[in-house]
């Protein structure tokens, strides 16, 4: 009885979903790079959410202190990324695992996901483990982010796949509810997110309005309702946003785009042209919808990086969502090449006939071990900082577990505050985020001087400082090598 029901389920798995092992574990690899030797949270924006999920879960509400300052407070209004970092929260709460296994590990496992989702939305187009294998080559850096780190974007683009698969093959109420809940899921976690989303299905809705007007009607609602939702937190951006669109921005200079391609891989990129090629040959209005949603989120590209038009965090995010249209279509592309046959003329020779069948199947083996030949080392000489090492860390532990809570405020090297206050809960002085401010020069100062300036500690607050170099101030006691709290 077991026997011919497992024979049943085996029969019933594509000889392609067997590919996709190697494709998943390539995928988890792809991400796991940058954290092989660093057990910490690479990306400050990493940091950063882990802070706010902290704040989030010690104050039971949505509104909190900001975590790195301590004064002041946030709101919904105020964080656009609350959902996603409640939804971490929470899961960590729940699941017991703790942040530095969720950060290291978890980023591969998302990037599996998606890449299984790529391959359930193009494996009934014939190219599921094709667009899967491209999608696992999306790099990481530390300007436009990337699946490797734990953030929005990465987990945004877990929702197009899906949502392209509900509206490719399904129709009726349900399926509107299932595009209903991934645009209000996006819309809590990251808007840009939520607005590919939205540019990529459109499209799709165009194409339906003649024949199926309800069908596109249903999906323009379930997308569009969920952005009405924040609308009276967000009305005051409104009007800046807007004068955005018709004012020329000034251009990343960390996020170039012509590097950004070079970087995904001009294998990838040629075979998505011939893919292109292949889907408009081929037709329909799902092969049309792919070609013309990569063309919407590269017609945003180019515009704002030509003409500097457009709002620069679509900009910077949006290539994440065009290097996974590319993928995908190049996906298509990888398919006409592994279908290849030769002429039939050919066939006819006695020596040459038995080896046809073979020869798309070869390229393709080709074009993937190239591709993996340049890709993987590639992604091993990508740049990633670190912001802490193992001492600081275990320092930082140390403070978290031995320092009285009287001492609740500390000044350190102002690009080590985020990671500080994140591990001991103690708010710093001044932190670097993107770039130095006055007060962290200040801060830097009293380090480098020594510590010696008392009056300064007293005036902000200043209780407990950690300055590896050492200080040389009679005010302060070592209570711990780098480590001094203020005589009370």
């Known amino acids: 009885m077991v026997q011919p029901m497992f024979s049943k389920i085996k029969e019933r798995i594509p000889k392609s979903a067997y590919l996709m092992l190697p494709v998943m574990a390539l995928a988890f690899y792809i991400a796991f790079i940058p954290h092989q030797d660093y057990p910490y949270p690479v990306h400050i924006d990493d940091w950063i959410h882990w802070a706010h999920s902290e704040a989030i879960l010690e104050a039971g509400s949505l509104n909190y202190v900001k975590p790195f300052i301590g004064e002041g407070t946030i709101s919904i209004s105020s964080n656009l990324e609350l959902g996603f970092q409640l939804f971490w929260g929470v899961f960590h709460s729940v699941s017991g695992i703790s942040w530095l296994t969720i950060f290291r590990f978890f980023p591969g496992l998302i990037l599996v996901f998606i890449v299984l989702a790529v391959y359930i939305m193009a494996h009934r187009h014939g190219f599921g483990w094709e667009a899967a294998f491209f999608t696992c080559l999306i790099p990481t850096t530390v300007g436009i982010l990337g699946p490797a780190f734990i953030v929005p974007v990465a987990m945004g683009l877990l929702f197009i796949p899906l949502a392209l698969f509900v509206v490719f093959n399904f129709r009726g109420f349900w399926t509107y509810v299932v595009l209903f809940i991934f645009s209000c899921f996006l819309v809590a976690i990251h808007a840009p997110s939520a607005i590919c989303l939205v540019i990529v299905l459109l499209p799709y809705i165009v194409l339906n309005l003649k024949g199926s007007f309800l069908h596109s009607l249903g999906i323009f609602l379930a997308l569009a309702i969920p952005f009405l939702v924040p609308f009276p937190w967000i009305l005051d951006m409104l009007l800046p946003t807007a004068q955005k669109l018709l004012t020329p921005q000034v251009l990343p200079d960390y996020v170039d785009f012509p590097r950004i391609i070079r970087t995904y891989g001009y294998y990838p990129v040629g075979l ?52 996974l249209m590319v993928g995908i279509v190049a996906g298509a592309g990888l398919m006409a090449v592994k279908n290849l046959r030769l002429p039939e003329s050919l066939n006819s020779i006695a020596r040459v006939s038995k080896y046809t069948r073979y020869v798309g199947w070869s390229l393709c083996v080709i074009l993937v071990g190239v591709t993996l030949f340049i890709a993987i080392p590639d992604r091993h000489e990508l740049p990633y900082y670190h912001m ?57 100062i009293f380090l480098d001087g020594g510590c010696g300036n008392t009056t300064f500690l007293k005036e902000n607050g200043i209780s407990l400082v950690y300055c ?11 209570i711990r090598e780098g480590i001094f709290v203020l005589k009370k």
């Open 388 to 444: 802490i090492d193992d001492k600081e860390y275990e320092d930082f532990v140390w403070i978290r577990d031995n320092v009285d809570e009287g001492y609740d405020k500390a000044i350190l090297d102002p690009w080590k505050v985020t990671p500080f206050t994140v591990i001991t809960g103690i708010p710093g002085y001044s932190r670097i985020h993107t770039a130095p401010t006055e007060k962290d020069v200040q801060a830097r």
């Open 272 to 323: 998505c042209l011939l893919g292109t090629l292949v889907l408009a040959v081929k037709g329909g209005k799902q092969n049309y919808s792919l070609i013309f949603g990569l063309l919407l989120l590269l017609l945003m590209l180019v515009v704002f990086f030509t003409f500097h038009y457009g709002i620069s965090i679509m900009y910077e995010r949006g290539l994440m969502f065009m290097m």
């Open 468 to 478: 590896p170099g050492g200080c040389s101030n009679p005010d302060l006691v070592e």
